[in-house]
């Protein structure tokens, strides 16, 4: 059996919507394990982000992120906002029904190939985090399936 390997990756986000590319981190962890051959499961470790496989371009990251706020208006006067109507929650909790929305679509797992020592990414591709809901101290496991 391949053995398996778990690391943590720690994020301090900057904005309530943001997108941080974590493509070098993920490589640097899979350099220090002179993984050649494997897989790399990542999984956000948070109901309001999300990992995306997308091109790491500001206009683009802008883009998306208009398009998902108009999609769903953080405003919109959604059930899970009413706080007053929800048991037992914290003093801070957010109003954040529309980052809990966008996570469901968005998704919060990936399933990465290492293939000769580099992640098995195209040309323009980057591994990101799409903070929804920040900003935040985020998490994402790393799982590295060494195949070596």
């Known amino acids: 059996m391949a053995p398996l390997l778990h690391h943590r990756l720690q994020i301090a986000t900057k904005a309530p919507f943001c997108c941080h590319d974590i493509t070098a981190d993920i490589q640097r962890l899979i350099d220090g394990h002179s993984m050649q051959q494997g897989l790399v499961v990542a999984v956000g470790q948070h109901t309001t982000t999300a990992l995306v496989i997308n091109e790491n371009e500001q206009r ?83 799982q590295l399936r060494l195949e070596n």
């Open 60 to 142: 683009l990251l802008t883009d998306i992120e208009q398009f998902f706020l108009a999609l769903v208006p953080p405003q919109r006067a959604w059930l899970h906002n009413d706080l007053e109507l929800r048991q037992d929650i914290p003093a801070d909790e957010p109003r954040n029904a529309h980052a809990h929305l966008i996570a469901l679509m968005l998704g919060c797992q990936l399933s990465l190939p290492v293939l000769d020592g580099k992640l098995g990414l195209g040309r323009y591709q980057s591994v990101l985090l799409v903070e929804l809901d920040g900003p935040r101290q985020r998490q994402v496991l790393l």
